[in-house]
């Protein structure tokens, strides 16, 4: 029977998507254009959540 690994705790926030590139419209003198890099705010840009601290599943929440 094939190993099975944990189920990955995707954020819920953003999907696993955690970074996203914004097009603010302009450009540089050389043409190219200026992008933001913004990371989810949940994740930090991990993608993933931590592991449920012990308090976390005493109360409940996972």
Partial sequence: MPET???ARICH??????TAAIDTGTRT????RITLRVDCPTC??????PA???AQLAGGRA
Avoid: V
């Avoid at 926030?13 to 955690?18: Q, Y």
């Avoid at 003198?29 to 190219?32: A, R, S, W």
């Fill in 5 to 7: 690994s944990p189920a």
């Fill in 13 to 18: 926030h953003c999907d696993g998507f955690a």
């Fill in 29 to 32: 003198t050389d043409g190219t």
């Fill in 44 to 49: 930090h840009g991990s993608g993933a959540l």
């Fill in 52 to 54: 449920p601290t012990a």
